[in-house]
């Protein structure tokens, strides 16, 4: 009996769970592949260095591509809540990483900003 029932779950986990995980922890668009469970984001396979303010802004654009988000959201997603000065900061983020991601920082290809509303993730 404990065999069969070893044999049943390593079944159920090698081809149902464990493989829908894998594809659901990796983000991934043009060149950028954000992956959630090591917490690494990589640029042509080339591993990028990120804060943890940068990566949790990068992975909430890049959850919902095309969606616009306010200085005052992002800045809810990173903090938990909102601060009233943080803004300028969340500028700042914003545009180390696209010193880090974009090939040409002043003509950004990922990171779009929207203007009188925020930013959104282009997904390519």
């Known amino acids: ?15 149902n769970e464990v493989k829908e ?19 690494t984001l990589l ?6 260095t990120t804060t943890p303010n940068e990566y949790k802004i990068l ?3 890049m959850k919902t591509p095309g969606r616009v988000y306010t200085k005052s959201q992002i ?7 909102f601060y ?3 803004e300028n900061a969340i500028t700042v983020h914003i545009s180390h990483l696209r010193d880090k991601i974009e090939d040409d920082p002043r003509n950004p290809r990922y990171i779009k ?9 282009e997904a390519k």
Do not use: Q
């Not at 029932?5 to 390593?10: F, P």
């Not at 995980?21 to 917490?39: A, F, P, R, V, W």
């Open 1 to 15: 009996i404990v065999a069969r029932v070893g044999a049943c779950l390593r079944r159920y986990y090698d081809l």
């Open 75 to 81: 800045c809810e997603a990173v903090n938990g809540e």
């Open 43 to 48: 640029k042509s396979g080339k591993e990028i």
């Open 21 to 39: 995980e894998k594809k659901e922890s990796i983000l991934e668009s043009g060149e950028l592949s954000l992956d959630t469970e090591t917490l």
């Open 84 to 86: 009233e000065n943080y």
């Open 113 to 121: 900003n929207v203007r009188g509303l925020g930013y959104k993730f």
């Open 59 to 61: 992975l909430l654009l």
